[in-house]
T-cell receptor, first 114, second 116 residues
């Protein structure tokens, strides 16, 4: 069994300040972990993926996430928020090697204030 | 990554009618997936469609309500049948892209459905 908890439904930051979106997971096996972003009226775009090669994963648009097994966390960060980062972010877990068993978190809405 | 398109991008339909959503991929893929995203909620998997076989439905979804076709390796359709306002959602298709590994999915832009 697997599950994902996104700890904040809404996060608001000022432009130029750091972003932290929190995600905890539960999995009875070695997981793959993902962050996807959904801009208004758009589909989901893959930001980054953890595969166990490295605990710090760099993604697109300056985002990165750190896999911490002891804390079962996979938080998403960015040093400096941009207005274009305003979107819904989903943390996703799957068993490694299984394409059909994605479990989505409930999502975090990121607002970037000018 | 694979480029995925969906038609229509949005539609407004009357209760009791059916809508067929198309998903087209620019490369051949083994597995295609259909998801529903109800307003303000996360994504829920409806079914998995492999070419040449019946779609596999998740708990809570049935073929009579959501028939799926997968005639070839680049195309699939999802029909939402006998619609009610509760079917108002965004419907997304996705594909497995092996460039990132066998457990990564890429998503289409979605079809935003409103049922009156």
């Amino acid at each position: 069994a697997q599950s994902v908890t996104q700890l904040d439904s809404h996060v608001s930051v000022s432009e130029g300040t750091p972003v932290l979106l929190r995600c905890n997971y539960s999995s009875s096996y070695s997981p793959s972990l993902f962050w996807y972003v959904q801009h208004p009226n758009k589909g989901l775009q893959l930001l980054l993926k953890y595969t166990s090669a490295a605990t710090l994963v760099k993604g697109i648009n300056g985002f990165e996430a750190e896999f911490k097994k002891s804390e079962t966390s996979f938080h998403l960060t960015k040093p400096s928020a941009h207005m274009s980062d305003a979107a819904e972010y989903f943390c996703v877990v799957s068993p490694k090697g299984s394409a059909r068993q994605l479990t989505f978190g409930s999502g975090t809405q990121l607002t970037v204030l000018p | 990554s694979a480029v995925i398109s969906q038609k229509p991008s949005r539609d407004i339909c009357q209760r009791g009618t059916s809508l067929t959503i198309q998903c087209q991929v620019d490369s051949q893929v083994t597995m295609m997936f259909w998801y529903r995203q109800q307003p303000g909620q996360s994504l829920t998997l409806i079914a998995t469609a492999n070419q040449g076989s019946e779609a596999t439905y998740e708990s809570g979804f049935v073929i009579d309500k959501f028939p799926i076709s997968r005639p070839n390796l680049t195309f699939s359709t999802l029909t939402v049948s006998n619609m009610s306002p509760e079917d108002s959602s965004i419907y997304l298709c996705s594909v497995e892209d092996r460039k990132w590994g066998t457990d990564t999915q890429y998503f289409g832009p979605g079809t935003r459905l409103t049922v009156l």
